[in-house]
């Protein structure tokens, strides 16, 4: 471990919650009209969301990518305008987080911090980006996906499935109502529920309707004659969001590949064993969440000291890996995979290079 690492494990990590409770006190203070109305269980919010912001801070430092704490800054400031706060509220949130810190922590890394929370200051300033639909349904199964979504926001599971299943028998590839139903509809669902048109309840929802629903599919996905090779596909301990990585598993299966999918917040041990238990060829690991950066960071390290680890071929996805920017080297990747459709487009150029 850095010291880098162990310094902000000691004096951020580990005392998250006290730190929190001292910047919503110095908001308090300075902001006592706007707060007051809120009262007690609006103060706990606060300290909560205060709590927040201090992983995707120090995972930014980490990671010396300012873009990841810009990143979350921005998608706070579209939470916060739908919930009608206005954005000096995350501004002075931010300077209080700084100034606490200040006070908190040693000079050199009082100054660390300060620097990448004048990043997210900055992106607070910048004009919001237009929130667009995720769904189109000029293009081709817009149309699906935004009926199916529909169905699921109604909580009608038994209809959404019935849909997916007639639009298979018609012979529509389930490649493309993997890429263009499932994933736009989570997109948007998401989307709904960061703009506050839909609750955390429906979101979740959804979610296992849709895994549900993917489940109906398996009998057509396993079909498929195999071709000898071996994928394990993982969330790193931690990760809960897995419906990402369980499509990329579906992708491999579809294409001939023998699957061992291990779901959320896989221990970096069971991830070690499995590769062992099936002489794997390739590993998929997926974070959603940006502060599981150095996690996924330390899992790779751990699997690459291992034996089965030496030859082993790592490929990393998520949408809290920036594709503009990705750093397999920081990682200790051989790959990045921006979907289902190319994580085994690169996978199998990774097995057979010369093609």
């Known amino acids: 471990m850095s010291d880098l690492k162990r310094n902000i494990d000691m004096l951020i990590t580990q005392r998250s ?3 929190a409770e001292k910047i919503v006190d110095k908001q308090y203070e300075l902001q006592p009209a706007f707060w007051k109305p809120y009262g007690s269980e609006g103060r706990k919010i606060s300290i909560r969301d205060a709590g927040y912001h201090l992983p995707f801070l120090t995972e930014a430092i980490l990671a010396s990518d300012p873009q990841i704490f810009k990143d979350y800054v921005a998608w706070v400031k579209t939470l916060f305008h739908s919930l009608n706060f206005p954005d000096a509220v ?8 700084r100034e606490v810190l200040n006070n908190e922590l040693p000079s050199d890394l009082a100054a660390l911090t300060a620097r990448y929370i004048e990043y997210g200051i900055e992106q607070m300033n910048e004009e919001e980006v237009a929130n ?3 769904i189109n349904e000029a293009e081709n199964l817009g ?3 935004k009926t199916y979504m529909n169905y699921l926001l109604q909580g009608n599971r038994a209809e959404a499935s019935k849909l997916i299943l007639a639009e298979v028998q018609k012979g529509t590839s389930i490649k493309n109502i993997y890429l263009e139903v499932f994933q736009k509809s989570q997109y948007e669902i998401g989307r709904l529920w960061l703009t506050n048109q839909i609750s955390i309840a429906q979101e ?6 849709s895994q549900m629903i993917i489940s109906q599919l398996y009998p057509y996905i396993f079909s498929t004659g195999r071709n000898g090779h071996r994928f394990v596909a993982a969330c790193i301990g931690g ?3 897995e419906m990402g990585i369980r499509m990329v598993a579906d992708f491999f299966e579809m294409d001939g590949w023998d699957t061992y999918y291990l779901g959320a917040n896989t221990p970096t041990s069971a991830i070690i064993k499995a590769l062992r238990d099936y002489n794997a060829e390739v590993l998929g690991l997926s974070i959603a969440m940006p502060y599981h950066q150095s996690l996924l960071k330390d899992t790779i390290e751990a699997v690459r000291a291992s034996e089965i680890g ?3 071929k790592i490929m990393i996805g998520g949408n809290a890996i920036n594709p503009k920017n990705v750093s397999l080297s ?8 921006p979907n289902a459709q190319k994580a085994v487009e690169v996978a199998n150029s990774l097995i057979y290079p010369q093609n």
């Open 239 to 241: 990760e809960l969001h």
């Open 330 to 337: 920081y990682f200790g990747a051989d790959a990045f995979a």
């Open 132 to 134: 667009v639909s995720f």
């Open 90 to 97: 995350m501004i002075k949130t931010l300077e209080c987080t």
């Open 310 to 312: 030496q030859h082993l």
């Open 204 to 209: 979740h929802y959804c979610s296992a309707a």
């Open 17 to 19: 919650k006290s730190i």
């Open 143 to 145: 149309g699906l996906a």
